[in-house]
């Protein structure tokens, strides 16, 4: 790895280079990104970029972190919420509305990365991997403070369900992708939503 | 479009030139795959090459197209078998045996054209999404018919429950690549056929 940058200044250099990179790759995929043309976009010089970053490979690595960040971040609040039923239904509507605005384009930036890169570079699959993970785990949690709170029933295995769910999202954004069309979306969260609702204790669906 | 062969000794050279690429393809990505390469695996000149296919673009448009083929053609007997419980049954636990053969990596081979391709040519998205509708479509023959035989009650939505089902299994297979387990493929069946299963008319789940 490169080096961790020790002042603020440093700091902003590495991130300006690493979102340039991140927008690089969304334009011309990981594999057709180049490092001259992140360097002229993020305004650094060859010699900063390799201050910071050992190789593409590292760079992409980074890429690969902030994208975890970007996607998980983006749903902060959401995850706060899905301890609730209300909350749950609230996330997959957000996310469905999220491809209603974008017409299914560019399905999820973390599974896109995966696609390209996860058979090629074994620590950036462990990251995504780790993206994933965190994603599946606010998804526990919050089924597991609905069994905790009594709205679901206490044989709900929320390990199951919540690796059922976002295995159903991201399906359901891939086939979003494929036809640019946000119904796959809807259609396979509905199937995870009235999953978890055969263990609701009250008959409200 | 290239010229379509028109003898069967054509039809073979571009057959084994898609196949060369495919294979390309599968070790390069489709981004980095070069036509030389192509050429070289293929033993074909690149007048040959020009011969069938257009561009590198139109190459890689017969390369979907075997994708689909390949794909589900693997899975024809199985599909023939999803009128009934025990034969939807069979086709997940095969689906998921194939992963842990391969300790889950490469995923689905369509998923993954898509994420290097989807947003960068029209024409090939069509062809992967086509793929995809005709996965979908053999699910819902298979859920058509169980309702159809009684299996399933008439209020089984088979649009809905094949497209969810076709999501747990792609999402799943994008889990099980991200980890290099199975597990999260077999969870996100278990979770469609348990949904699947609140429609079965007969109590045995």
């Not at 980074?62 to 902060?76: F, K, P």
Request: charged share 25%.
């Amino acid at each position: 790895m490169g080096v961790q940058p020790t002042t603020e200044r440093g700091r902003r250099t590495r991130e300006r280079i690493v979102a340039a990179a991140a927008e690089v790759v969304a334009q011309k995929g990981a594999l057709g990104a180049s490092l001259d043309e992140v360097g002229e976009r993020a305004a650094a010089s060859r010699s900063q970029l390799y201050h910071y970053f050992d190789d593409k490979s590292d760079l992409l690595r980074a890429v690969a972190e902030s994208t975890n960040e970007a996607v998980l971040g983006a749903q902060d609040d959401l995850f706060a919420g899905l301890g609730t039923w209300p909350g749950l239904v609230r996330w997959t509507d957000a996310l469905v509305a999220l491809q209603e605005e974008r017409g299914g384009v560019g399905g999820c930036p973390i599974a896109n990365l995966l696609g390209q890169l996860g058979e090629r570079d074994d620590e950036i699959r462990a990251v995504l991997s780790d993206g994933f993970d965190r994603w599946e785990a606010s998804i526990r949690a919050g089924l597991t403070a609905m069994v905790a709170s009594g709205e679901l029933r206490a044989d709900a295995d929320a390990d199951w369900l919540a690796a059922s769910t976002l295995a159903s999202l991201q399906g359901g954004l891939i086939l979003a992708q494929a036809r640019r069309d946000p119904l796959p979306l809807r259609r396979a969260l509905d199937g995870a939503i009235r999953l978890i609702a055969t263990y609701r204790t009250t008959t409200k669906a």
